[in-house]
């Protein structure tokens, strides 16, 4: 089996095991505990926006300090794998591979706090936890990007394919791609 060919089925296989285990139960690090207080994370709320929105703010967003995120991209005709991760201060990493840049392919950074106070506000979008409670299906459509995003102690996998039935996820990704070499 090719290297490559071998590599693809690793992604895939990795992308179908990390939403297995993606976290979407009551206490997921979204909306309230179980005591009935609000988390520290973002919360759905009546209120939101349809999901044809594309405000990149929704009504009733409450922006919490940012947590440390991870998301890796992989898939694509080429089969790429790389990874960004944005500590709390917004000061961020981007690499090839599994977490850990090779030598000479990263890149830092640090996000300007209007950058970083615009993703935390992404961040609070309400869609976002319905979106977590219904994952997609992955690996339906060819030759897409896949993502698997932590936040904090959530995570979730975003398709490609699926981005118009994830708005607030989708603007997640597509702010980021926009402010670091995601």
């Given at each position: 089996?090719?290297?490559?060919?071998?590599?693809?089925?690793?992604?895939?296989?990795?992308?179908?095991?990390l939403s297995a285990c993606a976290?979407?139960?009551p206490n997921d690090g979204l909306g309230a505990s179980p005591s009935g207080s609000a988390s520290a994370?973002?919360?759905?709320?009546?209120?939101?926006p349809s999901s044809g929105s594309n405000s990149p703010t929704p009504p009733n967003a409450s922006p919490q300090p940012l947590q440390p995120i991870f998301v890796q991209k992989t898939g694509g005709i080429a089969g790429i794998r790389?990874?960004?991760s944005i500590a709390a201060d917004g000061s961020w990493q981007f690499g090839e591979g599994e977490?850990?840049?090779?030598?000479?392919?990263?890149?830092?950074?640090?996000?300007?706090?209007?950058q970083k106070h615009?993703?935390?506000?992404?961040?609070?979008?309400?869609?976002?936890?319905?979106?977590?409670?219904?994952?997609?299906?992955?690996?339906v459509c060819a030759d897409t990007f896949m993502y698997m995003i932590a936040v904090g102690n959530s995570k979730w996998v975003l398709d490609d394919c699926y981005k118009a039935t994830n708005p607030g996820t989708y603007?997640?990704?597509s702010f980021l791609s926009q402010v670091t070499p995601l």
């Amino acid at each position: 089996m090719s290297a490559r060919l071998h590599l693809a089925i690793v992604g895939v296989l990795s992308v179908i095991a990390l939403s297995a285990c993606a976290t979407t139960g009551p206490n997921d690090g979204l909306g309230a505990s179980p005591s009935g207080s609000a988390s520290a994370s973002p919360s759905a709320g009546a209120g939101s926006p349809s999901s044809g929105s594309n405000s990149p703010t929704p009504p009733n967003a409450s922006p919490q300090p940012l947590q440390p995120i991870f998301v890796q991209k992989t898939g694509g005709i080429a089969g790429i794998r790389v990874f960004l991760s944005i500590a709390a201060d917004g000061s961020w990493q981007f690499g090839e591979g599994e977490g850990q840049a090779k030598s000479g392919q990263q890149q830092t950074g640090k996000l300007s706090a209007s950058q970083k106070h615009e993703l935390e506000l992404r961040l609070a979008d309400p869609r976002i936890h319905t979106e977590q409670l219904h994952p997609v299906k992955v690996g339906v459509c060819a030759d897409t990007f896949m993502y698997m995003i932590a936040v904090g102690n959530s995570k979730w996998v975003l398709d490609d394919c699926y981005k118009a039935t994830n708005p607030g996820t989708y603007g997640v990704i597509s702010f980021l791609s926009q402010v670091t070499p995601l």
